[in-house]
């Protein structure tokens, strides 16, 4: 996952998968570590999130292509990130059949504000660290500066059971940019 610099301090994050990792250990709303991220929406805005917001890839500008796309910021990367870590076990993608990405939401108020009403999906995926991947997230986790790891927890903790539609609001309005090849109007 990471190697250290023969020079200098630890670099923890070297490529996206790291910074997958890192963000499914972190503590979430609960406070207990490695809370699960459920959707791969949501699991992206919170990616956008760190990159934006948590100064996550400073090191390391072109990591993850974020381009406008339909719900807004989207990184093509993410998904072979995503079967790769799966494939080597260290994430499991939950299809939870009774649930999709805009459960618990606020869809009315969401319609109200960007006039759009979105197709409901039958599954949501929820990406869960296994045992393997808690070990290598620790390291990752525990190499990370003490900064980064407050505002990765920060992040984590405010948007990741934030009501969908909120979440989608709030990214839409601070980085407009992103949102303009949205299949939402604002």
């Known amino acids: 996952m990471k190697a250290q610099p023969s020079e200098g301090p630890p670099v ?88 999709n990405e805009y459960e618990g939401a606020d869809e009315q108020a969401f319609i109200q504000a960007f006039g759009f009403r979105l197709v409901k999906r039958p599954t949501r995926r929820d990406f869960i660290l296994t045992a393997a991947g808690r070990r290598a997230a620790q390291e990752i986790y525990s190499a990370l500066d003490q900064d980064r790891r407050k505002r990765l927890d920060q992040i984590k903790r405010r948007f990741n059971s934030m009501p969908f539609f909120d979440l989608l609001r709030y990214v839409y309005r601070k980085y407009p940019a992103f949102a303009k090849k949205s299949v939402l109007s604002l």
């Open 12 to 99: 923890p994050i070297e490529n996206g998968l790291d910074v997958v990792l890192a963000l499914l250990y972190a503590p979430g709303t609960s406070g207990k570590m490695a809370e699960p991220v459920c959707g791969i929406t949501r699991l992206q805005k919170l990616l956008f999130l760190l990159w934006k917001e948590g100064a996550f890839f400073e090191d390391m500008p072109d990591l993850y292509n974020f381009k406008a796309y339909d719900f807004g910021p989207c990184m093509d990367d993410l998904y072979d990130d995503l079967d790769f870590a799966e494939d080597i076990g260290l994430i499991v993608v939950e299809e939870v059949p009774s649930g």
